[in-house]
């Protein structure tokens, strides 16, 4: 059970930063490089509309399978030794999973509601200072991404 929790927070963890490497450094700058700001604002909705289907995925099971990591040995090092200790990069991770979970939850149900709602207005300015924000929501959760995996290896 444990190897099996282990690989699906594995894959769901590479879904979600291997979704943001390719927004951030290839989809984004290629788009603001080479397309004008209104086509560029339509073709973002629709990529985040898609995209963020695969993030909310992701988050409910890197939440459910990181519980279980974490509790399942929690408890077994408690019953073997009277109390439960689980290495430092554990509750890093803890902390800046759940943190990266409640910035994706401010980038889908705050900022992106703004964005679809400046684009069916047509209201361009609005949807670009929208999309600014959500780039740098973005950029601070792909960095707490690699920070809570370089904790989980390293910390002990
Ligand atoms: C509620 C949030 C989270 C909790 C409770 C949690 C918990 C854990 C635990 C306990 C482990 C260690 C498992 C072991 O070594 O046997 C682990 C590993 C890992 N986690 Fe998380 N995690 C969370 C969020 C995340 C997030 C948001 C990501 C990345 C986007 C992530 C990526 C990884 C990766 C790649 C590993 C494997 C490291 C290795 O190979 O040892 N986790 N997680």
């Known amino acids: 059970m444990y190897d ?3 690989l699906l927070h594995l894959i769901a963890g590479i879904v979600w930063m291997g979704g943001m490497t390719f927004m951030l450094f290839a ?3 290629a788009a603001m490089a080479s397309m004008e700001a ?6 973002m909705g629709q990529v985040w509309q898609r995209f963020y289907v695969w993030v909310l995925v992701s988050v409910v099971v890197l939440f ?5 990591l974490y509790t399942s040995t929690f408890r077994a090092a408690r019953l073997a030794t009277g109390n439960g200790s689980v290495p430092l990069g554990w509750n890093v991770m803890l902390v800046l999973g759940v943190t990266m979970m ?3 939850g401010h980038i889908f149900f705050s900022g992106f509601k703004k964005y679809k709602r400046a684009i069916a207005a047509e209201q361009w300015p609005l949807a670009a200072k929208a999309g600014g924000l959500m780039h740098k929501m973005t950029l601070l959760n792909f960095a707490l991404g690699w920070l809570a995996i370089i904790s989980v290896r390293l910390l002990r």
Not at 38 to 43: E, F, Y
Not at 64 to 68: A, M, S
């Open 4 to 6: 099996y929790a282990k």
């Open 38 to 43: 209104q086509p560029r604002a339509v073709l």
């Open 27 to 29: 989809l984004r700058p």
């Open 64 to 68: 459910g399978t990181g519980t279980h």
């Open 102 to 104: 409640l910035v994706f």
